[in-house]
């Protein structure tokens, strides 16, 4: 069922379901102006009274509910939304706009709308870096003061979210906290690895519109660059909002062409309210986890492509109090991205049988302590081998159903960041289970960049069985560990 379009206005079919608008207590739908404007028929009346729910936009999708009877129609892609939950839409003409006021349900869906393109486009920027790493060389990556890799990708990565969070939501008015310091690039010998992330970002802008989003009218300068990646100086708080992106999670997986994330969080008064998990190397079919990302590629080569096949990769996104986690596959070759994206739910296994549980755990050891998990895995009952996986493609892994547990426990003198904890989280939750620290309490995002007053380590879980167990196991096990 289309919306048509004539001159200035819009007008719905003559038949809504099986109803006919004459005996629906409904007339159609003009625009006047940049407004979607509803008859006289609700006069003053408040929604609640007016047997008529408010028409919201969810993807490309116009959905109302008459009577308690769903319609949805094809309606074009979103272009804005403001603070207040108002949409502006293209008309099928692509002339005027249409504004439409969306009921308190789909509060922050234009942040989530906006997050989840910007993460494709990150994950298509950082496809093609890693191409280039793998086959070329490592000569454009740089150490940070910790010794850990940082690329081309994660600047650009970087400075490109920062751009389109600025320029969708104004500058003014976006406060993000990311990983990379700006001052990396004031250090000896690193031009060229500037020039490179200018000529980067600019490659990925141009290509904006094919996610939905407006480029810049012309190519940025490296001052624009530099502004756009030094604009992520939020300290974040447990007042206001604050956006949070680690560029590139697992920057080691991603230098060696394994598992990495781009992960971005909107963080409200100290809660997480949004997540988007981009994994560009997450494989669609469960086993081929467990291998190296150049190993698959070998034994991909050997056998034709499918739709499930790993090369797409995936975006996973959640928005808190929505109850539901999504999944949708990166956009490759040449296609638009058409919200919205052949997204799937995703839910926690139903697994609470330790026996058949699989637990993930980071792949360094220098942050994390396998043979603490390991004793506990022991005495709670696990017996597969872990899941070893760079990034916060655990936390997708267990959103996904494809694990069960997720375990870290860093030593006593590593801070975990909230970058590399936050999107997983909340999709995580929206998915169906839970994650706190070893005491059992959510992790405090509202302490600054690091997860201040941390229990001991992180547990995230499918479900509330298996996570009681490893409670008790870490209670019992702790005093004997060296951490």
């Known amino acids: 069922m289309s919306i048509s379009c004539a001159s200035f206005a819009a007008k719905f079919p003559h038949v809504f379901g099986e109803r006919k608008w004459k005996n629906s207590s409904c007339t159609p739908i003009h625009l006047r102006g940049s ?19 408010p028409i919201h936009l969810r993807g490309s999708f116009l959905f109302l509910n008459f009577h308690n009877r769903s319609c949805n129609i094809p309606f074009p892609n979103i272009v804005s939304v403001d603070s207040n939950g108002t949409r502006s839409c293209l008309t099928m003409e692509g002339q005027y706009q249409t ?38 060389t490592y000569s454009q990556i740089q150490s940070k003061d910790d010794d850990s890799p940082v690329t081309i990708a994660d600047w650009s990565v970087q400075a490109t979210v920062s751009w389109l969070l600025s320029e969708c939501f104004g500058s003014r008015s976006v406060s993000i906290v990311a990983e990379e310091d ?20 600019n490659e990925c802008l141009a290509d904006a519109p094919r ?10 300068g490296t001052k624009e660059i530099l502004e756009a990646i030094s604009r992520c100086n939020s300290k974040g708080g447990k007042t206001g909002r604050f956006w949070v992106l680690d560029p590139v999670d697992g920057t080691l997986g991603f230098v060696r062409g394994d598992q990495y994330a781009v992960a971005l969080a ?68 040449n296609k638009k991205l058409e919200w919205p994206n052949s997204a799937r739910p995703v839910q926690v296994s139903s697994i609470d049988n330790p026996s058949l549980a699989t637990f993930c755990e980071p792949v360094e050891k220098a942050n994390s ?54 999107a997983g989280v909340v999709i995580i939750q929206e998915a169906g289970g839970m994650v706190t620290d070893a005491g059992g309490r959510p992790l405090d995002f509202s302490k600054g960049i690091f997860l201040e007053g941390l229990d001991r380590g992180i547990i995230a879980c499918s479900g509330a069985k298996l996570h009681d167990r490893i409670i008790m196991a870490v209670d019992a096990s702790w005093n004997s560990s060296s951490l």
Request: net charge positive; with cysteine.
């Open 35 to 53: 407004f979607l404007l509803f008859p006289h028929v609700f006069g003053d009346r408040k929604w609640k009274n007016s047997g008529f729910t």
């Open 99 to 136: 504004t439409v006021a969306c009921p308190e349900a789909d509060k922050y869906q234009k942040e989530l709308d906006v997050s989840v393109r910007a993460i494709q486009m990150a994950c298509s920027l950082c496809q093609k870096v890693q191409e280039s790493l793998i086959s070329k």
């Open 182 to 201: 700006v001052q990396n690039f004031t250090k000896p010998g690193t031009a060229g690895l500037l020039d490179a992330v200018v000529k980067t970002v």
């Open 211 to 220: 996610f939905g989003l407006i480029g810049p009218q012309m190519a940025l």
């Open 266 to 333: 909107l963080i409200e008064d100290g809660e997480v309210v949004l997540g988007v998990l981009g994994c560009p190397n997450y494989p669609m079919k469960k086993e081929w986890l467990s291998y190296h990302h150049r190993y698959y590629r070998i034994i991909s080569k050997l056998t034709p492509p499918t739709s499930e096949s790993w090369d797409k990769g995936c975006v996973i996104y959640a928005r808190r109090g929505s109850g539901k986690a999504w999944m949708q596959p990166l956009l490759n070759g």
């Open 369 to 422: 302590s396998h043979s603490f998990t390991s004793g506990l895995a022991h005495s709670v009952g696990l017996r597969k081998q872990p899941l070893r996986v760079y990034s916060m493609v655990k936390y997708a892994a267990i959103a996904r159903g494809d694990a069960e547990i997720f375990m870290k426990f860093a030593r006593a003198e590593y801070k975990e960041k909230i970058w590399d904890h936050a």
